[in-house]
């Protein structure tokens, strides 16, 4: 890769409002006037000469800047266009976190299409909010839109992963308003409003209700006010259908071009791409890809996510393509520019089957836990066997039916004390929450332990349910989905599962390894849908069903599959004070929470076991 300037910096593309946005064109270093090329364009709030942190290879761990890609991609002959978002960096505007994407993303388009250097096709790229904005660019369907990428992101429904997750808020979202709010021009020009953001203390304010006014952005007032908006629709309104953050509601018309849908196990946006694979390749020509990895956000060259380690195959590197830059390229030359060469992605579906390793400590401290790479024809794979295990009164997980008159298990939630969240799939929650597998144990440096060492199954609320050894491996790939039965002294209280892997005690491991795979949450005043929220009646049996988001695992014979129950997972999620949502101020109050595991009420999870 090259280091060759801009050839045309900062050109001011208007909007249909008026409003420019900054953007810089690379040209090809043979380009001659009247040459009209296919052109790759890449839309980010993050600075269009900055870099993303996993722009990087196996091979080569130097960090490349955007500006550096660029010139790479414009050497393999395509102009490539970088442009800095409505109210970021070098564009003019307010920002307003993803709700002008598709409107300015078709605007550029047209822009693009008229310029003497382009031959009508654009494709599109990106990561995280990168990916974001293609897919509200092709819920529109524009003219010249020829091809996309989406790396980690492009919203199936932001309410249901992203923003929120079974009706409850993530708090990355406050962590990154927080964080791009001090990134902000107006904070660069205001040393004032800076040092009131710096002031603030981030974690103080994730166990606080917000108001406007009253938030820790209140010194940013246009963060201040899409965060509002997000946590104030704590209901699937028409706030959450909107272009950009709900591309499920467009798919029949959403562009029928050839597209990359990619995430990782480890990612938020793991579910997303899965709907919009599964969503999307049924009704266009595609062709449709999906790609899923077992790394945190972006990172798809390390073959780490947490503390766990997944072998040499677990990067993309080598396995998925060369590299993530001629993946791409590779890409866009066979779907945007129709050279006859291999298709890079010769399957519908490509997925990395986590475990397998030696369950020892690596070199570099990190749990083996192994894994491989696997061809799929489809999402879900056909050949999954849905199995029932009960959750059992004793803590097994069994398939045979519990007794009548088991007592149900009950334990006290304290809205005060929140089961801390230790790694997940998570991205943008530093500095209070990071992603990936972890064990599950408390540890000195994480945020909301009480007590270090202490493992989250051992909390008097968490109840745990697992299987014996098993006997031999077994594969789960998909979303286990938990149906359960339970009950509360609170008229609303969450629930919340995690699938375990857990590691047998060994040597480098003496008390064993709790590895988390998957987490799902419920508010449980939206278990009869999103849109009407209604109150439980203390002390009733209610049944409630609650998936994790996806993954993929061979649970290795000796090994156990464990469920975990419990109320909250913070600060992954926003704490529920258990107290009536339709009372203003209402003040937080411990609910006495249980699961039922009796014939009557036979709570029970659903695997997706891979024969």
Same mark, same amino acid.
């Given at each position: ?131 974001h904005v293609q897919s ?75 108001? *406007? $006014?009253?938030?820790? @952005? &209140?010194?940013? +007032? ?11 629709? #704590? ?34 946006y793991s579910q997303t ?11 266009? *020509? $595609?062709?449709?890809? @999906? &790609?899923?990895? +077992? ?11 947490? #503390? ?50 030696? $369950? ?232 006495r929470n249980s699961v ?16």
């Open positions: 890769m090259n280091d060759m300037p801009a050839s045309i910096a900062d050109a001011m593309v208007p909007m249909r409002d008026g409003v420019r946005l900054a953007t810089d064109i690379y040209l090809p270093p043979d380009w001659q006037e009247g040459d009209r090329l296919p052109v790759l364009l890449e839309r980010t709030p993050y600075d269009k000469r900055g870099s993303n942190h996993g722009d990087f290879t196996r091979d080569d761990p130097r960090l490349r800047s955007k500006p550096e890609i660029a010139c790479w991609f414009a050497d393999a002959g395509y102009v490539f266009v970088l442009q800095d978002c409505r109210g970021r960096y070098g564009s003019e505007g307010v920002f307003t976190k993803y709700l002008n994407e598709a409107e300015d993303g078709a605007d550029t388009l047209a822009w693009l299409l008229q310029q003497p250097w382009c031959d009508g096709r654009v494709g599109t790229m990106g990561l995280s909010y990168g990916a509200a660019l092709a819920c529109l369907d524009p003219p010249g839109l020829a091809a996309m990428f989406l790396d980690s992101g492009g919203f199936s429904s932001a309410y249901h992963g992203g923003a929120r997750q079974g009706g409850a808020f993530e708090l990355k979202q406050l962590t990154w308003a927080r964080k791009h709010a001090l990134l902000a021009p107006e904070s660069a020009a205001d040393p004032t409003r800076r040092a009131a953001l710096e002031a603030e203390d981030i974690g103080a304010w994730t166990r606080r209700r917000w108001r *406007r $006014g009253y938030s820790p @952005l &209140v010194a940013a +007032p246009e963060y201040e006010a899409f965060i509002l908006e997000q946590w104030d629709n #704590d209901r699937l309104s028409d706030f959450w259908k909107q272009i950009g953050i709900y591309a499920r509601g467009y798919y029949s018309r959403y562009a029928d071009v050839p597209m990359v849908h990619m995430a990782s196990w480890y990612d938020p791409a899965i709907d919009n694979f599964t969503g999307l390749a049924p009704i266009k *020509r $595609g062709p449709v890809k @999906l &790609v899923l990895g +077992p790394w945190t956000h972006g990172q798809r060259s390390v073959t780490h996510a947490g #503390d766990v380690d997944f072998g040499p195959e677990a990067t993309l590197d080598g396995h998925v393509g060369a590299d993530y830059f001629t993946l791409r390229r590779d890409w866009f030359d066979r779907h945007l520019r129709g050279r006859d060469i291999a298709e890079p992605l010769p399957a519908p579906v490509r997925i990395f089957v986590m475990g397998g390793g030696s $369950g020892r400590r690596n070199g570099d401290g990190r749990l083996d836990h192994g894994g491989r790479w696997r061809d799929e024809q489809a999402w879900p794979i056909a050949r999954t066997v849905p199995t029932m295990l009960h959750l059992h009164g004793d803590g097994m997980l069994r398939p045979d039916a519990p007794e009548t008159g088991s007592s149900p298990l009950a334990y006290d939630f304290d809205p005060a004390d929140p089961v801390p969240t230790i790694g997940g799939a998570i991205a943008s929650g530093a500095p209070l929450m990071f992603a990936g597998a972890y064990d599950q144990r408390e540890t000195a440096d994480l945020y909301g332990a009480t007590k270090p060492g202490r493992a989250l199954a051992d909390r008097a609320d968490v109840l745990v349910f697992e299987t014996s050894p098993l006997d031999a491996d077994v594969e789960l790939t998909g979303s286990v989905v938990a149906h359960l039965h339970v009950a509360s002294s609170a008229v609303d209280t969450d629930f919340t599962i995690k699938l375990v892997d857990v590691h047998p005690p060994s040597a480098d491991y003496p008390q064993g390894y709790a590895m988390n795979l998957a987490h799902g949450i419920l508010r449980a005043r939206f278990r009869n849908g999103f849109e009407t929220p209604e109150p439980m009646e203390p002390g009733s049996v209610y049944m409630l069903s609650i998936p994790t988001f996806p993954t993929s695992n061979l649970f290795l014979a000796g090994h156990r599959i464990r469920i975990e129950v419990s109320s909250s997972n913070f600060p992954h999620f926003d704490v529920n004070p258990n107290s009536d949502w339709r009372v203003p101020g209402a003040p937080p109050q411990v609910a039922h595991v009796d014939r009557d009420h036979p709570s029970h999870v659903v695997l997706p076991v891979i024969p």
